[in-house]
Nanobody, 120 residues
Framework: QVQLVESGGGSVQAGGSLRLSCVTS????????MGWFRHAPGKGREGVAV????????YYTDSVNGRFTISRDNAKNTVYLQMNILKPEDTARYYC?????????????WGQGNQVTVST
């Protein structure tokens, strides 16, 4: 059974930091690229960061580039999202996902999400 379980969300003031974790099981983790997405009320789902299988190259959407860092621990089947200099507009439910990642829609497995709230 495929499982992706996010943790590490919560509430923080603007300028603060949070680290999200996503522990996975039920599939061959190293064969998949991993991504983080977010969904804010009234907005569509947005791809935030992806880390590709193999060399581990990372890509970020412009709004988080320089503030967020995605990483993966293949020994622990876990992907992380370090979020620094958080802004109120980062408030959303954050999801991790696994897939081929040829584009933002190419993800097969999803977690349940974890809420991040950034206050002024």
């Amino acid at each position: 059974q495929v499982q992706l379980v996010e943790s590490g969300g919560g509430s923080v003031q603007a300028g603060g930091s949070l680290r999200l974790s996503c522990v996975t099981s039920g599939f061959i983790y190293i064969a998949y690229s991993m991504g983080w997405f977010r969904h804010a009320p009234g907005k569509g789902r947005e791809g935030v960061a992806v880390i590709y299988r193999g060399a581990g190259t990372a890509y970020y959407t412009d709004s988080v580039n320089g503030r967020f860092t995605i990483s993966r621990d293949n020994a622990k089947n876990t992907v992380y999202l370090q979020m620094n200099i958080l802004k109120p507009e980062d408030t959303a439910r954050y999801y991790c996902a696994a897939g081929r990642a040829s584009d933002w829609s190419d993800f097969a497995f999803w977690g349940q999400g974890n809420q991040v709230t950034v206050s002024t």
